[in-house]
């Protein structure tokens, strides 16, 4: 397992590692400005499939953070990936936003209700009973059941709201299926995140802030992980785990690299 030192590439949690309530978190923008600066390939990893690239890269630059939208690799881009990987030009039916019908159609996907090769389940806030319906019957039809992330619940400013997992929970009761989730903890978003940035897992970093889906699913890629201490995990969180992180810091601060200053004296 590499050093932190030995760290060429950078994978890192949106929400609870780099911003919290849009406010950025102590050291966040340091951090991003170091590895642009220096040249270090990163991406911005978000289970969120609501939002586009561009909208999410425009989030962060209202909380202060400068990251460009190629450097954001959301479970609707991780999916959409996934699917083209399986079918090439394939079709399907979602329930869904603009972040993962955006990132389908870009990956040559069609759009349809009449017999799609998949039923693609991402974040939405406006679930419909007949979409839910819809999806249901194409699925007993024969369609692939896919969920770009498993989270049951989401934040907003009133408390938690229901999410895609729990979406995909009542397909699952109606169907019998279980969908295929390809966002985190399936370390395939990691591999697939990567691959974009021709990252090799022996070299790569993953900073998070959930011991369930960000390291345990950087383990299970082989990355070097790293929790932070800003977003919802506590010591008492840690230890009902049976793996532990690489390292755990108090906040994202505690990765900037200050620079040795050499003295010119023999």
Same mark, same amino acid.
């Given at each position: ?85 399986? @079918?090439? !030009? ?7 936003? =603009? %972040? /993962?019908?955006?990132? #389908? *159609? ?99 970093? @993953?900073? !998070? ?7 345990? =699913? %950087? /383990?299970?890629?082989? #990355? *070097? ?42």
């Amino acid at each position: 397992m590499a050093r932190r030192d030995e760290i060429e590439c950078w994978l890192t949690d949106m929400d609870g590692v780099l911003v919290h309530e849009n406010e950025a978190l102590p050291g966040a923008s340091e951090l991003l400005q170091q590895w642009t600066d220096s040249g270090t390939p990163f991406l911005v990893l978000t289970n969120n499939s609501i939002f586009t690239p561009r909208d999410l890269s425009a989030r962060l630059r209202s909380s202060g953070l400068n990251v460009p939208e190629d450097r954001i690799w959301t479970s609707a881009l991780a999916t959409a990936d996934f699917l083209q990987s399986q @079918m090439p !030009g394939g079709t399907a039916f979602v329930i869904g936003e =603009a %972040g /993962i019908t955006t990132a #389908l *159609h870009e990956a040559g996907f069609i759009m349809t209700e009449t017999a799609p090769d998949y039923v693609v389940v991402g974040e939405t806030r406006n679930y419909s009973f007949e979409a839910i319906t819809k999806a249901i019957r194409l699925i007993l039809g024969g369609a692939r059941f896919i969920a770009t992330n498993p989270d049951a619940t989401g934040p907003s400013k009133d408390g938690p709201m229901p999410a895609t997992g729990a979406i995909a929970a009542l397909i699952t009761k109606a169907t019998g299926m279980e969908p295929y989730v390809v966002g985190k903890p399936n370390p395939m978003m990691f591999r697939s995140a990567m691959n974009k940035i021709g990252a090799h897992s022996e070299n790569t970093g @993953m900073i !998070g802030d959930r011991m369930d889906t960000d390291i345990v =699913a %950087g /383990i299970e890629a082989g #990355l *070097h992980t790293i929790l932070v201490m800003t977003g919802i995990s506590d010591e008492a969180e840690i230890n009902r785990y049976p793996f532990r992180p690489d390292e755990i810091v108090a906040g994202v601060h505690e990765l900037l690299v200050t620079e040795l200053i050499e003295s010119d004296e023999l």
